[in-house]
Nanobody
Framework: QVQLVESGGGLVQTGGSLRLSCAVS????????MAWFRQGPGKEREFVAV????????RSADSVKGRFTISRDNAGNTVYLQMNNLKPEDTAVYYC????????????????????WGQGTQVTVSA
């Protein structure tokens, strides 16, 4: 059984930083692209960032470019999301997602491109 467990969320002031972690068990992530999505209050779940199997390639949403960085530790079967200069509009539940291939799909922003999901971790940014 594949499990993704996110951690590292919390309450932070505008301009602050958080580092989210996603620990995966049941399957190795070393040959899989991994991603982060988020769902804000009253909003649809949206793409945040994706990383290919080797960490050589990443993509991120325009709203987080220059502020968020996705990374991975294949030996530790863990994916990270470093979030800097946080804004109130970043408030959301953040979800880790397990891809279907080693590579970043052409449809990487589509939730259907990911086969397993974590339960999410809440990030709240106060003004």
């Amino acid at each position: 059984q594949v499990q993704l467990v996110e951690s590292g969320g919390g309450l932070v002031q505008t301009g602050g930083s958080l580092r989210l972690s996603c620990a995966v068990s049941g399957r190795t992530i070393s040959s899989i692209a991994m991603a982060w999505f988020r769902q804000g209050p009253g909003k649809e779940r949206e793409f945040v960032a994706v990383i290919n199997w080797s960490a050589a390639s990443t993509r991120s949403a325009d709203s987080v470019k220059g502020r968020f960085t996705i990374s991975r530790d294949n030996a530790g079967n863990t994916v990270y999301l470093q979030m800097n200069n946080l804004k109130p509009e970043d408030t959301a539940v953040y979800y880790c997602a397990f891809g279907r291939t080693p590579y970043i799909s052409a449809y990487f922003q589509n939730r259907d491109e990911y086969v397993y999901w974590g339960q999410g971790t809440q990030v709240t940014v106060s003004a």
